[in-house]
């Protein structure tokens, strides 16, 4: 249980163009999802909490312009990279936090998907 | 602010031996605690938690990790490590009283030699 896929794994496209990675909770729903990016041999670091319904919630430094997030259903989220460029290839994460659980319980991660923007 | 530290990048371990993986935190409010492995190209696995209870928490894959409240502590430990434990290990942490968000340590590689 609690599996988060993600579409496509790996994404390679032209400079300026524009990328939708898809993110969905395939055995519960969630109310709640959230979007990381990781640069290489780094951590993790959030973008932005995704909330079904509203407008996403983005962190210090991150522009959502150039980041779209819909949550439109309780089992997907999407983040559009928009005019994508160089420096925005990464390793994009999302995760999951089960519909009524605590705040305390766990997140379930996606697979990730690999951009690489040439 | 909630911080994660991990000092070591790097742990190698003969396998068979016992491995600990360190992890301290930083929160203001009451910790809860996790930790993830992540294989090549992948997303994170969960491994184990800590929200209350038993200082000892037991998760996948034979791991377990110890809550130490007074060192701020959440070393991840296994009794006899495997090569196919080779991976990348982050603690995280989320403040029990304030937002939702994680906040993750800069990762762990372990290397398990046969």
């Known amino acids: 249980g609690a599996v988060v896929s993600q579409h496509p794994s790996w994404v390679i496209c032209k400079s300026g163009t524009s990328v939708k990675i898809e993110c969905r909770s395939l055995?519960?729903?969630?109310?709640?999802m959230f979007w990381y990016r990781q640069f290489p041999k780094q951590s993790l670091m959030l973008m932005a909490t995704?909330?079904?319904?509203?407008?996403?919630?983005?962190e210090q430094g991150v522009e959502k312009d150039k980041f779209l997030i819909n949550h439109a259903s309780l089992t997907l989220s999407t983040l559009t990279v928009t005019s994508a460029h160089p420096e925005d290839s990464s390793f994009y994460i999302c995760?999951?936090?089960?519909?009524?659980?605590?705040?305390?319980?766990?997140?379930?991660f996606g697979p990730g998907t690999r951009l690489l923007v040439l | 602010a909630q911080s994660v530290a991990q000092p070591e990048d790097q742990v190698n371990v003969a396998e068979g031996n016992p491995l600990t993986v360190k992890c301290t935190y930083s929160?203001?409010?009451?910790?809860?605690l996790f930790w993830y492995v992540q294989y090549p190209n992948r997303g994170l696995q969960f491994l184990l938690k800590?929200?209350?209870?038993?200082?000892l928490v037991k998760g996948s894959y034979g791991f377990e990790a110890e809550f130490n409240k007074s060192q701020t502590s959440f070393h991840l430990k296994k009794p006899s490590a495997l090569v196919s434990d080779s991976a990348l290990y982050f603690c995280?942490?989320?403040?029990?009283?304030?937002?939702?968000?994680?906040?993750f340590g800069p990762g762990t590689r372990l290397s398990v030699l046969p």
């Open positions: 800590y929200i209350t209870g038993d200082n």
């Open positions: 929160v203001s409010g009451n910790p809860y």
């Open positions: 995280a942490v989320r403040d029990g009283g304030y937002g939702q968000n994680f906040v």
């Open positions: 995760s999951a936090r089960p519909t009524g659980e605590r705040l305390q319980e766990t997140q379930y």
């Open positions: 055995d519960f729903q969630a109310t709640t």
């Open positions: 995704s909330n079904e319904g509203s407008k996403a919630t983005y």
